[in-house]
């Protein structure tokens, strides 16, 4: 008999972040596959005696196949377990949960995702201020900064990026960000356009810096490599304090 999977999404790591469906499924599971960044405390909800596999992937470090993980979901709700796949902020966004679902469908296994908070909403709600204003920022837009090599995608639509009255959040992007500041500024998005950068969000060690596009860009240019999840807000809201 088949068993079920469960997608759900960790938020940025602060267990009173993660949803009360989450927290149920995690009590529940036979089997915890996790990621890096859902790790830590939200493991410590997990039922006594579930078998809890590492299979996160991060930039530059040695990480699990994607195929491999597919497998994993599969071999292991086949089985009849419970399983559920632990995933860092939003399922859904800029993850690989296309792939795995994918993969479910093909072998007849069902499964449920249980939506979370984004980095986005998170590093907003830390900066206190909100992601949208009537009449100034009527819209938000999320932009992955990397694409499956690392590297700033080709294809992004620039001019929708400049919109000067939008909000804009760029997951993955902490080396990438100085060349699509470069590419926004040509596109006519003011240098001084308020940013909002945010490390470990939800964490003892979170970092939030506000700034501008311009400076921040130069920050970026010469930092080291990223260890812990980042996310960048740019727009006419990122100046703001709370």
């Known amino acids: 008999m088949s068993g079920f999977v469960s997608f759900v999404s960790a938020g940025p790591g602060d267990p009173e972040l993660?949803?009360?469906?989450?927290?149920?499924r995690l009590r529940d599971a036979d089997v915890v596959l996790y990621d890096d960044l859902a790790s830590g405390a939200i493991l410590d909800l997990a039922r006594?005696?579930?078998?809890?596999?590492?299979?996160?992937k991060r930039a530059g470090r040695r990480s699990t196949n994607q195929q491999h993980l597919n497998r994993l979901l599969i071999d292991y709700?086949?089985?009849?377990?419970?399983?559920v796949r632990l995933k860092s902020g939003?399922?859904?966004?800029?993850?690989?949960?296309?792939?795995?679902?994918?993969?479910?469908?093909?072998a007849g296994i069902g499964y449920e995702i249980v939506p979370g908070v984004t980095s986005?909403?998170?590093?907003?709600?830390?900066?206190g201020i909100p992601l949208t204003r009537r009449h100034t920022s009527r819209r938000?837009?999320?932009?992955?900064?990397?694409?499956?090599?690392?590297?700033?995608?080709?294809n992004l639509n620039l001019a929708a990026l400049a919109d000067p009255d939008a909000t804009t959040v760029v997951y993955m992007g902490r080396r990438t960000f100085p060349a699509l500041a470069a590419k926004l500024i040509a596109h006519g998005l003011s240098p001084d356009t308020p940013a909002l950068f945010?490390?470990?969000?939800?964490?003892a060690d979170q970092q939030l810096a506000r700034s501008t596009i311009a400076?921040?860009?130069?920050?970026?240019?010469?930092?080291?490599?990223a260890t812990a999840a980042t996310v960048i807000l740019f727009g006419p809201l990122a100046g703001d304090h709370a």
Not at 198 to 203: F, I, Q, W
Request: glycine share 14%; proline share 2%; with cysteine.
């Open 215 to 225: 400076e921040l860009a130069e920050q970026l240019t010469n930092a080291g490599p």
């Open 90 to 106: 939003d399922a859904g966004i800029f993850g690989r949960l296309e792939e795995e679902i994918e993969a479910l469908r093909a």
């Open 140 to 154: 938000v837009q999320f932009v992955t900064g990397a694409d499956v090599t690392g590297e700033l995608p080709a």
């Open 120 to 127: 986005a909403c998170v590093a907003a709600a830390q900066a």
């Open 198 to 203: 945010g490390e470990s969000l939800g964490r």
């Open 18 to 24: 993660l949803t009360v469906k989450g927290a149920a």
């Open 48 to 56: 006594s005696g579930a078998n809890l596999v590492a299979v996160g």
């Open 77 to 83: 709700a086949a089985t009849g377990a419970r399983v």
